[in-house]
C-alpha cells in the first residue's frame, strides 16, 4: 500500500478565485487519476479532499455540492493546510503553520475538531510571518539603517545588490515613482543576513517567528490540546527550505509556552500524500510504516495542470 496507481491534474481549483472552473477543475484531475488507474469512484472507499479557499462555513457551502456531483460514495472536505499538517504529522490530529508567499496556520484536536486561522491579512488578525511580509521588512530595514531611524545592518548590501540599485536613495526614488517593487524574493536574505550574525535580520527572524507560534499556540488553546502529546508541522517555502533555525525555535519556544508536549517537524512528503494519508485515517485503515515511506518517494511536482 502507499503505492500510486493514477494522478491528476488540471487548472485552478480554488473556487474563491476562479469560481466559474474550480469543479470543472477538480473533476477533471480526479477523472484523469481514475482512469490511470483503471478504476471508478465506486472503487474508492474514501475520496480526501484538501482544497485551497476552504476556510469558512460559506466556502462549504459551495464545496459540498461541487465535491457531490463527483458521486464518490465517501468523501471528505478540508482546507489544504490540513493535508499539510498530515504530510508531516505522525497522527491525524496535530497543528501547522504555512509560511510561503502568504501564512496560515489551522489545527486538529483528537476528536477531529478543526480551526484555523489566516490568509485574510493583518488586518484581520494576521501577523506578518509571510514571504511577502519578510521580504517588505527588509526592504524597510534597508531604508530605516539608511536615513538613520534604524540600526545598521547587512540587508542594505544584500538588497542593493540584489536590485541593482547603486544606493539606497536611487533605490528609493524607483520604488516611489514605480519603476521598482520589492520582489519577494527579498525575504530570502534575511535568512542570509542572520546566518552571517546580523542583530536586525536576527530580531525580525525571532519577532516573526513568534507570532507564526503564537497563531498555532492560540488554535491549541481553543482545542484544548494543551497537554496533548502531537505534531506542529511547518511547511511552505519559509519555513520548510531555509537553513538558519532562528524562526524555528522562536516559533518552538513560544509554542512549548502553550503546549510544552508538542514537537516540531517539517513537511516530509508532497502535502498531497497527506490527503492519501487523511483519506486512510477516515477509512479506518492502518497506516503502515512501509506506507508512509511509499507516500515519502512520490511527488507530483512533473504534472502539468491540463484540462482533460
Excluded at 520548510?240 to 502553550?258: C, E, G
Aim: charged fraction near 20%; include cysteine; charge should be negative.
Amino acid at each position: 500500500m502507499g503505492e500510486t496507481l493514477g494522478r491528476g491534474a488540471s487548472g485552478n481549483g480554488n473556487h474563491q478565485t476562479d469560481p466559474l472552473n474550480a469543479g470543472i477543475n477538480i473533476a477533471s484531475a480526479c477523472n484523469q487519476a481514475l482512469r490511470e488507474a483503471g478504476l471508478s469512484v465506486h472503487d474508492i472507499t474514501h475520496a480526501f479532499f484538501g482544497l485551497a479557499g476552504a476556510d469558512r462555513e460559506a466556502d462549504y457551502r459551495i464545496l459540498r455540492p461541487m465535491i457531490a456531483e463527483l458521486n464518490f460514495p465517501n468523501y471528505s472536505i478540508a482546507c489544504d493546510t490540513m493535508i499539510a499538517m498530515r504530510a508531516g504529522s505522525e497522527h491525524p490530529y496535530g497543528a501547522v503553520i504555512i509560511s510561503g508567499t502568504g501564512f496560515n496556520a489551522a489545527a486538529r484536536n483528537r476528536t477531529g475538531e478543526e480551526l484555523q486561522y489566516g490568509g485574510f491579512g493583518f488586518l484581520y488578525g494576521d501577523g506578518q510571518g509571510s514571504g511577502r511580509d519578510l521580504a517588505n521588512f527588509a526592504f524597510r530595514s534597508a531604508v530605516r539603517a539608511w536615513d538613520r531611524r534604524g540600526k545598521r545592518t547587512l540587508l542594505t548590501d544584500l538588497i542593493l545588490q540584489a536590485s541593482g540599485y547603486a544606493n539606497v536613495p536611487q533605490m528609493l526614488d524607483a520604488v516611489l515613482d514605480g519603476e521598482y517593487s520589492p520582489p519577494l524574493e527579498l525575504a530570502k536574505l534575511i535568512f542570509e543576513a542572520a546566518e552571517q550574525g546580523d542583530e536586525v535580520a536576527t530580531s525580525i527572524l525571532v519577532e516573526q517567528g513568534m507570532e507564526l507560534g503564537n497563531a498555532a499556540a492560540a488554535l491549541i488553546d481553543r482545542l484544548g490540546m494543551e497537554q496533548e502529546e502531537f505534531n506542529v508541522v511547518l511547511g511552505g517555502s519559509i519555513l520548510s527550505k531555509v537553513r538558519t533555525d532562528i524562526m524555528r525555535d522562536a516559533i518552538k519556544q513560544r509554542i512549548n509556552l502553550t503546549a510544552p508536549r508538542a514537537t516540531i517537524t517539517r513537511i516530509t512528503m508532497d502535502p498531497v500524500a497527506g490527503a492519501v494519508l487523511s483519506a486512510m485515517d477516515r477509512d479506518g485503515q492502518e497506516i503502515s510504516p512501509q506506507v508512509k515511506h511509499n507516500l515519502s518517494q512520490v511527488s507530483f511536482s512533473d504534472l502539468k495542470g491540463v484540462l482533460q
